[in-house]
T-cell receptor
Framework: DVKVTQSSRYLVKRTGEKVFLECVQDMDHENMFWYRQDPGLGLRLIYFSYDVKMKEKGDIPEGYSVSREKKERFSLILESASTNQTSMYLC??????????FGSGTRLTVV | DQQVKQNSPSLSVQEGRISILNCDYTNSMFDYFLWYKKYPAEGPTFLISISSIKDKNEDGRFTVFLNKSAKHLSLHIVPSQPGDSAVYFCAASRTGANNLFFGTGTRLTVIP
């Protein structure tokens, strides 16, 4: 089974801090994704990457950036955290049957 | 513009009865559909999928029905169990696209 590991389950950061969320997958998949989940809004795509050093903006990229230096690792960066970025962040890797395997999520609180 | 819609934010069902979760989509290019289940503080897990060449797919207690003309799919859970209580997301994919398009989710509560 594909494993997608997110480095932190819970994070609390201060407004204005730079925040790094890390995600690692172990199956050599090309496509990786970052979503955020908010009540009533479902899963919204922030960024995705289809190969090393390649990235595409999703539906809500403002305030975020990403890094993919190695195939197995996809990082989400909050350049200057704000309270409206308090959310559940989910990383996913795309499997060959066109579905996703998700990580366990990172619950980020910005105070 | 939301291309995949789940119009019921929540659903409550008695244990042992049928749960029916609905999903509508607008893009006729979608050709593969999936359902994910999500517990609090966990990532979504894959439940069941269906290709547009089929109108039904079954896996144990879970059945997904696809009505292409109506651009509608539904997930049936029979019989419902308390452990099925979770948020269910419908997702759609089209050939050539890298990402899935998700609905907003339906919170299912199965009452013992």
């Amino acid at each position: 089974d594909v494993k997608v590991t997110q480095s932190s389950r819970y994070l609390v950061k201060r407004t204005g801090e730079k925040v790094f969320l890390e995600c690692v997958q172990d199956m050599d998949h090309e496509n990786m994704f970052w979503y955020r989940q908010d009540p009533g809004l479902g899963l919204r795509l922030i960024y995705f990457s289809y190969d090393v050093k390649m990235k595409e903006k999703g539906d809500i990229p403002e305030g975020y950036s990403v890094s993919r230096e190695k195939k197995e690792r996809f990082s989400l960066i909050l350049e200057s955290a704000s309270t409206n970025q308090t959310s559940m962040y989910l990383c996913a890797s795309r499997t060959r049957d066109r579905g996703y395997t998700f990580g366990s999520g990172t619950r980020l609180t910005v105070v | 513009d939301q291309q995949v819609k789940q119009n019921s934010p929540s659903l409550s069902v008695q244990e042992g009865r049928i749960s029916i979760l609905n999903c509508d989509y607008t893009n006729s290019m979608f050709d593969y559909f999936l359902w994910y289940k999500k517990y609090p503080a966990e990532g979504p897990t894959f439940l069941i999928s269906i290709s547009s060449i089929k109108d039904k797919n079954e896996d144990g207690r879970f059945t997904v029905f696809l009505n292409k003309s109506a651009k509608h799919l539904s997930l049936h859970i029979v019989p419902s169990q308390p452990g099925d209580s979770a948020v269910y997301f419908c997702a759609a994919s089209r050939t050539g696209a890298n990402n899935l398009f998700f609905g907003t989710g339906t919170r299912l509560t199965v009452i013992p």
